[in-house]
């Protein structure tokens, strides 16, 4: 179905879309336009399968970066605490590289290990900040084309003594080198849940219930409180997710390395990024033809949200692979130690008309950053505005309905008779609500039981003025039909020939011209 509403010159664009949409979706399996990307050159090379974790640390080795993300070429600090005699560095940059799923970039990095100071919280925030000493400054410097090529990397740190294992993960970026497909890495998301030291942003995994308004980057990612997603320590959510619910294994799996696997598979032409990069960079999106949020990205601030609407009106066509999308608004703020930057996430959400200094400062001037829900008063500019969706309810785990299996999108997707991709729909879902963007079509409506009543979640399409797509999945388990990393071990395989197909599909149509920007 379309909702309703559309004027008609949204009508005019439905049937222009779907015209396009038939000329673009291909026989065949998903592949990117291009034969012999830097994607396919760097999975050609040989990868490793030694960089999974086997004896994950709980506090024996572990770090952080000085940057969520580097550009090719910068310098990166590490800051690693040890009680081992020396700490080894292996570094990875993640990828498909023929199912081992990671290429050994730099290995070897021997370090004499070093304790360092223990924070203590800030009595009125619950900031937990560390201010450790530099051990090993990380340079990447390119001596041949594909060296340190954009992508997720991975130092793997392990001790000498113990042999305990956890990461420091990092993006590195090109942001000069154009390509179809930008990949979000959400790390806001990532600390927002993260509770290394005892606090994070939710009473239910803060020691005591006593959460942080504010988090820090300087300080490493704990291990999860799953017993078995101990294995994505130090990485934030890219690997396994920070489970606030230990009891939940559906979620703790993980979301975004499972898209990354299949985009590297498949030789898309992509490049890489965080949302602090998102923040910080007013036209990011400047070279791209498609902007990726994968999984979980429900941390925004407000120039994340600005200059994300202004890649889509620019052309920039988005996918969100993704739920509880943008669903709190979030601040960023120096460094209270170094004064570095972007190092503070500031969250007072439930509590923020008692406690936000926004709210209390008696400037209505300001009211707009106000730390709560995108949706609520004062700043009230609900998601669905420029996602076409938005959060309805957890836990979900359940099967996507395709309401629209003659849409073009589902153009040679073999589809079960039910029309049912089983087994992608939740952990959290987001729905249709009422005053979304014009001519939004619904492309699934799933529904879902719980608590004795039916909840629902939706897939929608719709074409911006600018002529950019947008795409939004509804579900964060969209990616565990595309690659089954991290079953059986946190959950049951759930690999989809049909949302695998599907996707190609879709991304075809988010990186075709109409959405294509001006250069």
């Given at each position: ?87 080894t560095v292996d570094i990875y940059r993640m990828g498909w590289y023929g199912g081992t799923g990671a290429r050994l970039v730099r290995g ?327 005053n979304g963007p014009a001519g939004l079509t619904v492309l699934a409506h799933s529904s879902y039981p719980r608590d004795g009543e039916a ?65």
């Amino acid at each position: 179905m379309t909702v309703s509403g559309c004027k008609t010159g949204a009508s005019i664009r439905i049937v222009l879309t779907i015209l396009m949409l038939t000329t673009l979706v291909e026989s065949g399996c998903p592949r990117p336009s291009h034969a012999a990307s830097l994607i396919t050159q760097e999975n050609a090379r040989p990868g490793q399968s030694d960089w999974v974790l086997t004896d994950p640390a709980d506090h024996e080795v572990e770090g952080y970066a000085s940057a969520t993300s580097i550009q090719r070429g910068e310098p990166l600090r590490l800051y690693i605490h040890s009680t081992d005699p020396q700490v080894t560095v292996d570094i990875y940059r993640m990828g498909w590289y023929g199912g081992t799923g990671a290429r050994l970039v730099r290995g070897g990095i021997t370090l004499p290990g070093a304790r360092q100071p223990m924070p203590t919280p800030d009595p009125v925030t619950g900031l937990i900040e560390c201010r450790w000493q530099v051990s090993y400054t990380l340079t990447t410097e390119t001596h041949e084309k594909n060296d340190w090529l954009s992508g997720v990397y991975l130092a793997k740190l392990t001790g000498s003594a113990s042999g305990k294992q956890s990461y420091i993960i990092f993006v590195v970026r090109e942001d000069d080198r154009p390509s179809e497909f930008l990949f979000q890495s959400s790390v806001t998301t990532f600390q927002a849940y993260n509770n290394w030291g005892g606090k994070s942003t939710y009473p239910s995994n803060s020691r005591d219930e006593q959460w942080a308004r504010k988090v820090s980057f300087n300080r490493p990612y704990a291990r999860s409180q799953h017993p078995q997603g101990g294995s994505g320590i130090g990485a934030g959510e890219f690997l396994t997710a920070m489970s606030i619910h230990p009891t939940r294994a559906l979620s703790t799996a993980g979301w975004e390395y499972n898209m990354v696997r299949w985009l590297e598979r498949h030789g898309y032409d992509v490049t890489y990024s965080t949302d602090i990069d998102t923040h910080t960079r007013a036209e990011f999106w400047k070279g791209h033809k498609t902007w990726l949020s994968v999984g979980h990205d429900e941390y925004w601030s407000a120039e994340m949200r600005r200059h994300v609407e202004e890649a889509r009106d620019h052309g920039v066509g988005l996918g969100f692979f993704s739920a509880n999308t943008c669903y709190w608004q979030i601040r960023l703020e120096p460094s209270l130690l170094t004064g570095e930057p972007n190092r503070t996430m500031v969250s007072y959400k439930e509590v923020a008309w008692n406690e936000d200094p926004l709210a209390l400062d008696g400037d209505p001037s300001n009211d707009q950053l106000i730390t709560v829900q995108w949706r609520e008063s004062p700043v009230q500019r609900p998601e669905q505005a420029l996602l076409g969706v938005m959060y309805g309810t957890v836990p979900v785990d359940g099967d996507i309905l395709i309401t629209q299996p003659e849409h073009p999108l589902f153009n040679g997707v073999d589809l079960p008779p039910d029309h049912r991709l089983p087994g992608l729909l939740g952990y959290e879902i987001d729905q249709v609500f009422a005053n979304g963007p014009a001519g939004l079509t619904v492309l699934a409506h799933s529904s879902y039981p719980r608590d004795g009543e039916a909840v629902y979640g939706d897939m929608t399409l719709y074409q911006a003025q600018s002529g950019a797509f947008i795409f939004a999945a509804g579900t964060i388990q969209w990616s565990w039909g595309l690659d089954d990393y991290n079953a059986p071990t946190l959950r049951t395989a759930r690999s989809s020939q049909a949302a695998q197909r599907i996707t190609g599909n879709i991304l075809r149509l988010l990186a075709s011209p109409a959405s294509s920007p001006a250069h």
